[in-house]
Each structure stands twice: as structure tokens, then as C-alpha cells.
């Protein structure tokens, strides 16, 4: 069965920190994999996509970048963080037309 | 570009009660998938349901494809069934087009 893990469970950072978040997914050999946000309250913005390793997609950028080093893993980052990255991030896989999510990873920017 | 939207936007019941959530969207095809967001959690994918009829356990689903719409029915709801309900469908480049919601209170 695959797995889907985020880290960390949660972060408090200060504006104009770097961040990075990770997502790994175990059991599927070259997932498609996507990061999405959620403000509080709010509906889900997808930020980016990979289909295999070294290859990321935009989609809305909010100042974050990604990088997929290894086949499982998926890396959201920035250098400098806004108040505005506050929010839900989810991590989630694609399998043809379904998707699954991880726990996702709460970040509060003060 | 294809839309999502779901009603109602917010629907409160009673423990025991049936909720019956709706989905209309903008394509006729539709790959949809319904997902559940407890408050402050992640999203769980309950069904997916490109057409026809499709049940788990108090759940059934019922798309229509060529008249753009599916429901989520939640028969004899309980508090726990309480959160957020999203329905989604994919499009052409295997990208999730979301609504916005259907926040469901369940009370005792």
C-alpha cells in the first residue's frame, strides 16, 4: 500500500526566514506529485506539480519554489517567507485520475 | 475555464438526519472525486465517481454526467461526519478543479 508522509507537522516562522517543507511517498514507483496550499477557512490552491525527478511545474507560485530530488520526494522552499504563506500545506499523489493527500504541514508566519 | 460549484455552502443537521451535498460542474467529463476535510486536517478521498452510482458504507454517490452534476448523499449522520466536504473533478492535463465546499454541522 503507498504511504504519503509530510514534514513538518507544523511550523511557526518569522517573516524573511527561508522554509522548506518535505513530502515523500512510499510504494509507487514515479508518482505524480503536487503541492497544494489552503488559507484558513479557504478552498485549496494548487502551487505545483512534478511528474518525475528534476522536472517541477509551476502552477501559482506565492514566491515558493519546488524541487523533486528523488523519485519519492518533493521539496517546497523558499528563501525569504511573507505573512501570506500562512496557511495548510498538502502534499498528494496521482493515480490516474485520483488523488491522495498527505497529513499535510500547518505554517504560521509571524 | 471549467468550473466547480458545490451547494449548499454550509448545511446544518441533526444527529440521525440525512445530508445530501451537491456538485455541478462545467465539463461533461468529469473524473470526479468527492474528499472530506475535518477542521484542521487533511483531505481524505471518500469516492470516486466519473458516473453512475457508487456507494461506501453511509455513503452513496450519484453523477450524472451528461447533466453536469453529482451528489453525495451521508445517510443517519453522526457528529463525526461533521467537516467539510469538497468535490473535484479532473481536467484534461490531470489537474483537480476544485469547489468551494459544502461545511456540514452535525449536532446532538
Known amino acids: 500500500a503507498q504511504t504519503i508522509h509530510q514534514w513538518p507537522v507544523a511550523e511557526i516562522k518569522a517573516v524573511g526566514s527561508p522554509l522548506s517543507l518535505g513530502c515523500t511517498i512510499k510504494?509507487?514507483?514515479?508518482?505524480?506529485l503536487y503541492w497544494y496550499w489552503q488559507a484558513t477557512g479557504g478552498t485549496l490552491q494548487q502551487l505545483f506539480y512534478s511528474i518525475t525527478v528534476g522536472q517541477v511545474e509551476s502552477v501559482v507560485q506565492l514566491n515558493l519554489s519546488a524541487s523533486r530530488p528523488k523519485d519519492d520526494q518533493f521539496i517546497l522552499s523558499t528563501e525569504k517567507l511573507l505573512l501570506s504563506h500562512s496557511g495548510f500545506y498538502l502534499c498528494a499523489w496521482r493515480d490516474i485520475y485520483e488523488q491522495y493527500f498527505g497529513p499535510g504541514t500547518r505554517l504560521t508566519v509571524l | 475555464g471549467q468550473q466547480v460549484q458545490q451547494s449548499p455552502a454550509s448545511l446544518v443537521l441533526q444527529e440521525g438526519e440525512n445530508a445530501e451535498l451537491q456538485c455541478n460542474f462545467s465539463s461533461t467529463a468529469t473524473q470526479l472525486q468527492w474528499f472530506y476535510q475535518r477542521p484542521g486536517g487533511s483531505l481524505v478521498s471518500l469516492l470516486y465517481n466519473p458516473s453512475g452510482t457508487k456507494h461506501t458504507g453511509r455513503l452513496t454517490s450519484t453523477t450524472v454526467t451528461k447533466e453536469r452534476r453529482s451528489s453525495l448523499h451521508i445517510s443517519s449522520s453522526q457528529i463525526t461526519d461533521s467537516g467539510t466536504y469538497f468535490c473535484?473533478?479532473?481536467?484534461?492535463?490531470?489537474?483537480?478543479?476544485w469547489g468551494s465546499g459544502t461545511k456540514l454541522i452535525i449536532k446532538p
Open positions: 473535484a473533478m479532473t481536467d484534461s492535463n490531470y489537474q483537480l478543479i
Open positions: 510504494g509507487k514507483s514515479s508518482p505524480n
